[in-house]
């Protein structure tokens, strides 16, 4: 097929599909380039049209907390005092990169949702 710039969601799904079918593909075929294009396609249709909702860092936190059955003072050797974790979690405080790392490290999750107020 003569693939084109993507402007719609249809063509968008069509190539998704495509690109699919072809994943298992050899390098250096037809196939191959014609993945790699729809690739690049495929990314600069979502770039454009898809937003991915922001997450709120503190709810992040507070159901990461829930699921292990974790309460404030839990956080007190990763956050730091008893008021800096009271601060953090009420919202009145900013997370600071240092205290990001450190909950990546502890929770497992990509610092960058720690690094933004919602």
């Known amino acids: 097929m003569n693939w084109k710039v993507i402007k719609t969601e249809s063509a968008y799904k069509k190539a998704v599909k495509r ?3 072809n994943f298992q593909v050899k390098d250096n075929t037809p196939e191959a380039d ?3 294009l ?7 249709y979502e770039d454009k049209n898809i937003r991915i909702p922001q997450v709120d860092p503190i709810e992040v936190i507070k159901l990461k907390m829930e699921e292990r059955g974790m309460k404030a003072k839990d956080l007190e050797p990763i956050i730091g005092s008893k008021g800096h974790v009271s601060s953090i979690l009420s919202g009145r405080r900013e997370i ?3 205290m990001a790392q450190r909950l990546k490290n502890y929770f497992q999750l990509p610092a960058e949702i720690f690094l933004h107020s919602a």
């Open 19 to 21: 690109a699919m079918e």
């Open 34 to 36: 014609e993945l790699a």
């Open 96 to 98: 600071t990169l240092k």
């Open 38 to 44: 729809l690739l690049v396609l495929i990314k600069d």
